[in-house]
């Protein structure tokens, strides 16, 4: 009986030892675990840096939004842009690229007028001082994201190039450009809406528009390759230079010429704001290049091709 009442004791001991938590060594202090709200928070600060650098630095997906490029690219295209490529070589003629709009748009915070409403914490991410809610720039409990929008163009002057269009036909350096790619006309509705009808729409020379009428190109002003005695007052859409781009910039334009704002409308394009080059439309949906009376579908035949 005696040795039973040991061995239980024993047993009883044993289990109590099995359950005992050590001492802290001395030396070493006890780290609580962290909260879950501050895992996640954590954890989402991590990915939007990294989803950051991926899309700055090496590809961005962007959906194409209007028709200046088609029928190259068409309103509902989703791209994957290449932005590795020009980190190592210079833009080529003929080339497709993606860009940060030159142009300063009010209410942002570069501009002139606003810049002052925010204060930069890191680009491209602000504090709004004076809207707590907005749609442009992106605005939510005061914090803005804003970077200038993506364009994509194609480059049609390199710097030297001397650039003339005449009658919508475009003259680099004397001899006519066309490859293929230009298109004209202007689809009524426009996409992505069904046309009902495309207008063959074309300029007199006399012509005053929007590109008349800011006058950006003056210093620019070369005499006609073809014809030196030719002085042309004024420029629009279909009658334009000649002019000569300055090194370091580039002379873009969409492949519709009746309906992009490119380098006729706001100027050369720094080769610094160049980003990249759309590499693969991963999906397509929407309506067909001037087709009347289309109506929106997933366009098979444009999943997985590379722009050119």
Known sequence: MREKATIKQDR????ELSFSISPIPAGKKFRKRKPVVQDWVEAILFAFVVAMIIRNFTFENFLIPSSSMEKTLLVGDYLVANKLKYYFTDPKQGDIVTF?????????PEHESSKNDFITLFHPIYINKKHS????????FNITYYARKNV?????????????????????????????FESYGLADPSPPL??????EHRMPETFIDQISMNQWYEPYRVNNPADSTAVRKYFNRD??????VPEGQY????DNRDVSDDSRYWGFLDRKYI???PWLIFWSKGIEFNKLFDEPHIRWDRIFRQPR
Not at 12 to 15: A, L, P, R
Not at 157 to 168: A, L, N, Y
Not at 194 to 199: A, D, E, W
Not at 239 to 244: A, S
């Open 275 to 277: 980003t990249g080059t």
């Open 100 to 108: 940060r709009f030159p142009k300063i748009e009010e209410g942002t």
């Open 152 to 180: 994509v163009k194609r480059v049609i002057g390199m710097p030297g190039d001397t650039i003339e269009v005449r009658d919508k036909i475009v003259y680099v350096n004397g001899e006519e450009f066309t490859k293929g």
């Open 12 to 15: 009883t001991k044993s289990d």
């Open 133 to 140: 809610f907005a749609k442009f720039p992106m605005t939510a």
């Open 251 to 254: 002379f873009v334009m969409g």
């Open 194 to 199: 069904s046309p009902r009808i495309v207008h």
């Open 239 to 244: 009658w334009f230079g000649p002019i000569k």
